[in-house]
């Protein structure tokens, strides 16, 4: 079992940047993938990143060099910085875990963190 718990979601203007961490707890960190996923209303659940446990990454193409997913096994926590944010970035963003290297995990879920991007 793994316990996920993200924070650092908030409002921001366009053009700003955000970082959400999740940190996880229950199992060893460092075999799982990691992935950060958002739910915008009345919208379908959407892979955000991912990480492999290798380190391997995966991102939407709507957040292509914007977005940077990592990982900190030390720290049991992996990270999504948000840069140049728009307001179609506007969602609840979960973190979730599963397989090692499945680009898609999730097989444990967080709570989710809101993010608000102005205009």
């Known amino acids: 079992q793994v316990q996920l718990v993200e924070s650092g979601g908030g409002l921001v203007q366009a053009g700003g940047s955000l970082r959400l961490s999740c940190a996880a707890s229950?199992?060893?960190?460092?075999?799982?993938?990691m992935g950060w996923y958002r739910q915008a209303p009345e919208k379908q659940r959407e892979l955000v990143a991912s990480i492999t446990s290798g380190g391997t990454t995966n991102y939407a193409d709507s957040v292509k060099g914007r977005f940077t997913i990592s990982r900190d096994n030390a720290k049991n926590t992996v990270y999504l910085q948000m840069n140049s944010l728009k307001p179609e970035d506007t969602a609840v963003y979960y973190c979730a875990a599963g397989h090692s290297s499945s680009y898609y995990p999730k097989n444990y879920w967080g709570q989710g963190t809101q993010v608000t991007v102005s205009s």
């Open positions: 229950g199992s060893i960190f460092s075999i799982y993938a």
